[in-house]
Structures are given as C-alpha cells and as structure tokens.
C-alpha cells in the first residue's frame, strides 16, 4: 500500500482540482432544465474513469437520467468483486440565497470544500475513483476486480436503477457492495453503519354509519369510527411501549452485548437531542437507551390520521369514517409482507364489530443487516483505522436505504456502508461542504479496504 | 271550549285558505335575493294579527330579518301569561328538480299540504294564531296573557333574535314559553319533549417536537403527538361506555322509572334503526337502552381528528402536532362550562409529560328540563288528548335547540315543545308537508293548552 499512498499524498492538488471539475457541473437531476448538464457530468465522469485505466465505460441510457457502468476483471477469476455504487445528480439548491458562494463555485476555506454535491455525493464517489486510479497508475494491481455503478437519479427515487439491476443482476454479481454516501456519527469518529431497519406502511380505514350523522341526534347510540379508531391504535402498544400485535417480535435478533457497548462508546448528549426538538424527554420502549430504540428496536408510529371535520370551529357531526396512516420500523429478521400481515389481521380482530375495517398495505421494505463480523465490515474496520488512525465506531441507522435493500435482495450482496460526510456537512441544505482530510483519507481509506477486502476473501 | 272547537270547525276552510297565502311567500331568510319576500312575509303575518283581534303588533327591525312582537294583556293581572314563539322563515329549496310540485304553490294532496314551510314552522306556527282567533271571534275571552314572538332568522342562526331577547328580557316575561316547531315521535302519536341535552364542545392540541420528523430516524426514540393523542382519547372512556372523567356524572339526574317506562312504549324498532345507518349493531353505554343513551344520557364523542400526513399515499413522517375536536353532549344538570374545564384538566393530566396539549372550548351550551309534572307540560298533556284523543308521549331530544336554551337562561322560563310535525314531513328537503289533521288538530290543541295552564297556574 506504500506506494498507492505516496501516489495519493503526491496527487492531491490534482484530484482536488479535478474535483472542483466535477462540482462545478450542476447536476440537479430532479429539475428538467438540468438535463443538459446531467448529460455534461456523466459524460465527464464516465471520460475521467477511461482517463484513470478503465477500457470498459458505459453509459447506459434510461427513462430519466444516465447509468454509468465500468468493469474491471484483472485482478482474475480468483480474486473478489467490489460493486461500488455512487450517484453523480445533487439536490436542488433552493433557496439560493442562504449561500455564502455560489453552489457551483467550489470554494476552499477552512479545511472544507464548499458546493452542492460535495459530501452527497460527488465527493465521497470520487475517493474511489481517485483509490482506483491510484492502484493504476502507481503500478500497483487492484487486488479485487472492480464494477462501478454511478446512477444519476438517486435524488429523485432511483426508479431506473432499480428496473437496471433487477434486469442485469447476474451481470452485477460481487462478492460485496460499497457505498459511501453516509456521514460519521461526529467529526473525527469514523463510522461503519452496519445495519438499516426495513419498514411496513399501511393505512386503515374505520367505517360506520353510512353517512354523517348528527352527534345529538344519535350521539351515544352507536359506536363513532373516530373513537374506534383512537381505542383502536391506544390498543398497539402496552404500556411498557412494546408492541402488542401477536407474533410482532418473532423474529427479531436482539441486540447483542458488544453491540450494546458499542454504542455506548457513542458521544451521544441526550440533552441536546432533547433541546434540538423541543421536547422535555425522550420516551420509548421499556428498558432501551435512545439508539438502540431508534436503531435496532422495531417501532410504531402513525404518520398521519384524519377523520370528521377538521375546519375551524366547531361541526357536530358523527362521522362516517376515519383513516390512520401507520408505518412500523422493522429490524433484522422481521420482513416487512409478514409484519403488514400482522397488524392488518389483528387491527381487524380488536374492531368492535359495529364497524368495517379495511387495512391496506401502502409500502414495505425489509431491514438489512451485515453482520460487524462480515469480511466487508471488517475489511472496512481496518481502511478507517489506517487512512485516519482512529477505530471506527459501529453504528446502526433508523431509517431505510432503498438501495441497499435491493442489493440484498436482488444481487444477494451485503453492501458495506463505508462513508466520509460529516454530520454538520449540510446535505440537501444551503452551504453543503465537506472536509478536504475526509476526502483525502477517504481516497486511502477506499484503497486500503479494497487490499483487505482481498485478503479476506482469498482466505 | 265548545264555542272554541266548534268555531275552529267552521273556519277549517278560511284557515287553510290562509296558510296557503302565507306558504306562497318564498321566505327564504338565507338568501339575499329573498330579501323583499321576507318583508312581504313578515308584513302579512302582521297583518293577519291585526285582523284577527291583536291591537298591539310591533315589526321590530333588526340587523337582519325584522322580528313580530305582539301582545294581549286582556286576561288580566291574576291570569297566567304565555309567551308562543314561532318563525315565519323557511330553508333554501335546492335541489328544486327533486320537488313534485313548485315549493311555494301550495298542493292538497293525501291529507297533507304540501309546499316549503309547512311543517317547518309557517303550519305549526299558524295553529296558534288561528286559536287565538278562535278566542277572540266565537266571543271566547282568552284565558291567559299572550305575547307572540315570531322571528324569520331561524333557518340561518337566530344571531339577531337572541340579542332581541336578551335586551327585551323584562318585557318578555312570561309563565311558560310554548313552542310548536317539533315533531312527533310517530304518526298518531302526540308527542311532547320535555329536555334537550346540551353540548360542550372543545379541541385539543398535542404537540411534541418543534417540526415534523423523519419517522425512520427518529421512530421508537420520542413519543409521537398522533399516538399520544389516540391514548389519551382511548382514556376518555371505559369498556362499559362510561366517561372517566372526573366528576363528569356529578350533577347527572338519573332517568326516573316513570321516564324509562314512557320510552319502552314507543314503537323504536332497532333493526330499522340499524338497517337505516348501515350498522350491524347498536353500541353504547351499559345498562341502557339506544333512546335512553341518545336522549338522557351524556356522551363523549370526536367530531374530527387530524394531524400528520393526509394525503394519498405514505409519508414517512413524525408529526409535530395532532388536533382532535370532542364534543360531550351533556343532559341535566350537568353545566357546559364546568365539563369543558373538567376535560381540559383530565386532558393535562393524563398526557405524558413529553407533549404539550392546548385545550380550547369552541362552543357550549346547557341542557334543559322541563319537569313531566309542571304544569305547561300537564296543560299540553291533556290539550293533546283532548284534540287528538291519543295520550301522548313524552320524550326527550338528543340535540340542542338553541332558543330554548336562550329562554331558559335568560327569561327563566320552561318552553314546552308542542309540536305537530310529523317524521315524514320531509323538513328541511324537496317535498316538505304537513298534515292538515294536525294543523287542525294543532289549533285545537293551542286553544286547549291556553285554557288548561290558566286553571294550572290560578291553582
């Protein structure tokens, strides 16, 4: 790895510059008056790969906005394959005036690179692609064989990425995918996010009487769906705040020790996570801290209900029906058509029978889990450790990553979220940055995992 | 009576000919456009007042709709006075395709006249001027006092009759207010309600964080206004249907079995009642019946709930705030405002302490009572008998009537409903009628309860 890092430490005003390159195209995928420009950065990027060693670039087109996909197989049939996958489009940059500098004019200052797309997602796309040319050109083999697979419409819903790989999946096959598109858990603590909770969103609906009704007039005599549905959701938890659906927890891996300790281990001032929200306290299920509810504890929430008169003032209506929206966080092995089962049958068992209810699921995806011990994780542990000389922690995130989801699903590969943003980066905000160390380091951090990658595999 | 009834079965045709000439006025106070046919209405209903032996006949002008005043002190000191109210203003006539016949050009048809207005309240309002007249001209002395209010802003909300009364209090003092604008139980069945449940009606906030959060990154950590909102409802109430407020029952009269029995005699069939609104059942507080639960027993129910997302689809939100609108039907002696107070509070109380929640009451208004045995309800009890030769029934009414409220709380006076509508009579919809039998009947029955509450009252 010497050489690939003197290569690196030799390069850096080029790559900073060619990143300025690369910024300064305005790549906003979801606006049609980009279009043009998206095609000017694909182009670019797709010519920077052949410019670095890559002999097979192709730009795939699609009903929106370009894929780039390059391969490279030297390192032979013995070696692993790393998928790398990053997205070239930025977010719109409304509202304009609350940039300092313009958000195409990259600008340098304190440590930071200034515009939009520097941590999400060009910048962090880049270290690889900076790792790979440094292997090229540095003479050093590439110790994994390499597919890159840059979409240009991640912020406006990956729909032509998700028909691609569902359509090439043999042809994406790889031992793992790597992504970096994530932040660290605070400035200085690299973060490996191993695991991301799936989801199940339904909507349901309590009907009874045929029509509004006047509430003096019948008010006490037959059941009211609103009520219903209150004493409805009221009954999806017990007071210990854990969920009351049957079979909910089935198949939920607890949290392990180690991973208990881990975030532990976390700066977490639960404070200032307070003040940030206005609220006096947190409040979860019984016997959790605040990330472990939010990262590896399955939940429930309802989104939105609504039902009756909801103008000003006052209707004495008894209304016909009433609808909640509610969408439970679901962690390693729950799945999400399971669990939307679930809660439909049960809603229906606890309604009085006065009413009618009709559950529908509107959207689902499963959690996704890689495990710390995996080749992937590990390869990962050891990059950050050597690129910025600090242990990485092991963090989980709340949410879902549709894309990972699909890689697990469809390629059947773990992705292995290695990212270099930080938390104070303002992604998908005014003065979006991103640290130059972070870059930098993310270059030697890409190039490290992917010899450790190797050796991992080979053994 | 005699001189009376045999009177009034002389003038059955002038009588009739008259209500159509009133009918055929299209007093539609709602509309502008009806502005001129109002004062049309309101004059020729003081004209007939004039003609039939009223000297003292006042056109009150208002802000809105000029209001009757007229009265008869002729009875003397020692005599009773009744105060009869009535409106001369009927609803819109939309959708007029619907009508079988032009709404204001009268049709016998079947025993019934049919046009806008009829039953609601030209017919039963006309019952009491023709009984009046039938003092005055078969030579009979009026055996009570008599000051007729007759507004014509009933259909849009009695905004300036209310002030009216409240201003004229002293002048409006009386024994008994008798207002015929309700309908009976069932054809042939007399019948004379004698309490209205009143109402408290307030909206609730629950608001958590300061802005509406990703429910994947923040799910599971916080508690969510929407679930709170939904548990504290579902409090409200216990699994036999009683309110957990407390204190809510405090100054609740119990039904008496005098009551109880007289609601088992009417011809309440629930399977129609059900078929009717669609429902498979029934459901209310233990230990009552449907006509005790909507009738004399106070309730709690959501007229609206909203909060997060409402639109189609998922939205993966936690919702700063959630908004449910609750009105408690209230009977007597419950208050309006103390019960406002005592939900606000319980509200507070069993919120957790990680929301905020901001009770407001939009509206109120206190249940009333008229006694079965007070002597304005035991006049109309026999003025029925007599002029039907049915015993009526006594019910109560679910819903607020607003004016008898206001005559209650400010003249201190009970109002007995005495009505001659029918629950075909299709009021406030195309095709409205009237039942000339009542309307006859309905004069009858006037000059009778006049004659039997001046013998009450001297007692």
């Keep these: 790895?010497?050489?690939?890092?003197?290569?690196?430490?030799?390069?850096?005003?080029?790559?900073?510059?060619?990143?300025?390159?690369?910024?300064?195209?305005?790549?906003?995928?979801?606006?049609?008056?980009?279009?043009?420009?998206?095609?000017?950065?694909?182009?670019?990027?797709?010519?920077?790969?052949?410019?670095?060693?890559?002999?097979?670039?192709?730009?795939?087109?699609?009903?929106?906005?370009?894929?780039?996909l390059a391969k490279w197989n030297g390192a032979g049939k013995e070696a692993p394959t790393v998928l790398i996958y990053g997205h070239y489009d930025?977010?719109?940059?409304?509202?304009?005036g609350l940039w300092i500098s313009p958000p195409f004019s990259p600008r340098i200052h304190n440590g930071k690179i200034w515009a939009r797309g520097t941590a999400d997602d060009k910048g962090q796309l880049f270290c690889h692609v900076k790792a790979l040319e440094s292997f090229f050109k540095s003479g050093s083999p590439i110790p994994c064989n390499i597919i890159l697979l840059f979409e240009g419409e991640e912020e406006c819903g990956s729909n032509n990425?998700?028909?691609?790989?569902?359509?090439?999946?043999?042809?994406?096959?790889?031992?793992?995918?790597?992504?970096?598109?994530?932040?660290?858990?605070?400035?200085?603590?690299?973060?490996?996010?191993?695991?991301?909770?799936?989801?199940?969103?339904?909507?349901?609906?309590?009907?009874?009487?045929?029509?509004?009704?006047?509430?003096?007039?019948?008010?006490?005599?037959?059941?009211?769906?609103?009520?219903?549905?209150?004493?409805?959701?009221?009954?999806?938890?017990?007071?210990?705040?854990?969920?009351?659906?049957?079979?909910?927890?089935?198949?939920?891996?607890?949290?392990?020790?180690?991973?208990?300790?881990?975030?532990?281990r976390l700066p977490f001032n639960e404070t200032?996570?307070?003040?940030?929200?206005?609220?006096?306290?947190?409040?979860?299920?019984?016997?959790?801290?605040?990330?472990?509810?939010?990262?590896?504890?399955?939940?429930?929430?309802l989104n939105g209900i609504y039902g009756g008169y909801t103008g000003d003032g006052a209707k004495t209506i008894l209304p016909t029906k009433a609808t909640a929206k509610i969408s439970m966080r679901l962690v390693p092995r729950q799945k999400s058509k399971d669990i939307g089962e679930k809660i439909a049958a049960y809603l229906k068992k606890i309604a009085p029978p006065t009413?009618?209810?009709?559950?529908?699921?509107?959207?689902?995806?499963?959690?996704?889990?890689?495990?710390?011990?995996?080749?992937?994780?590990?390869?990962?542990?050891?990059?950050?450790?050597?690129?910025?000389?600090?242990?990485?922690?092991?963090?989980?995130?709340?949410?879902?990553i549709p894309i990972v989801e699909l890689f697990d699903e469809v390629l059947h590969s773990p992705t292995v979220l290695m990212g270099f943003g930080l938390p104070n980066d303002n992604v998908h905000s005014p003065n979006e940055s991103y640290s130059l160390d972070n870059f930098f380091g993310g270059i030697k951090t890409s190039a490290v995992f992917l010899n450790e990658f190797s050796k991992m595999k080979k053994i």
């Design 1 to 68: 790895m010497e050489k690939v890092f003197s290569f690196i430490d030799n390069q850096k005003d080029k790559f900073l510059s060619e990143l300025i390159d690369f910024l300064s195209i305005p790549s906003i995928s979801s606006e049609p008056a980009y279009k043009q420009d998206m095609d000017r950065c694909c182009g670019w990027l797709a010519d920077n790969l052949k410019s670095i060693g890559f002999d097979d670039v192709r730009i795939v087109p699609t009903d929106g906005h370009s894929i780039i």
């Design 90 to 96: 930025v977010q719109p940059v409304d509202p304009l």
């Design 161 to 264: 990425l998700d028909k691609f790989i569902i359509e090439n999946a043999k042809d994406l096959q790889c031992d793992t995918v790597l992504v970096s598109d994530t932040e660290w858990f605070a400035p200085g603590l690299p973060s490996i996010c191993y695991s991301l909770r799936g989801i199940s969103y339904i909507e349901v609906t309590v009907t009874g009487p045929n029509r509004d009704l006047h509430s003096g007039s019948y008010g006490g005599g037959i059941d009211n769906p609103l009520n219903v549905l209150c004493q409805m959701v009221a009954q999806l938890k017990d007071s210990y705040g854990r969920i009351t659906i049957p079979g909910f927890y089935d198949n939920v891996i607890p949290l392990s020790q180690e991973e208990r300790q881990e975030f532990l």
């Design 272 to 301: 200032e996570y307070c003040d940030d929200l206005g609220i006096s306290s947190v409040n979860g299920e019984f016997g959790y801290t605040t990330l472990e509810r939010v990262w590896a504890r399955p939940t429930l929430d």
């Design 355 to 400: 009413v009618k209810v009709d559950a529908t699921v509107l959207h689902g995806g499963n959690p996704v889990l890689v495990p710390m011990d995996s080749p992937g994780v590990q390869a990962a542990k050891i990059a950050y450790k050597e690129a910025f000389n600090v242990d990485p922690v092991f963090m989980r995130e709340g949410g879902s």
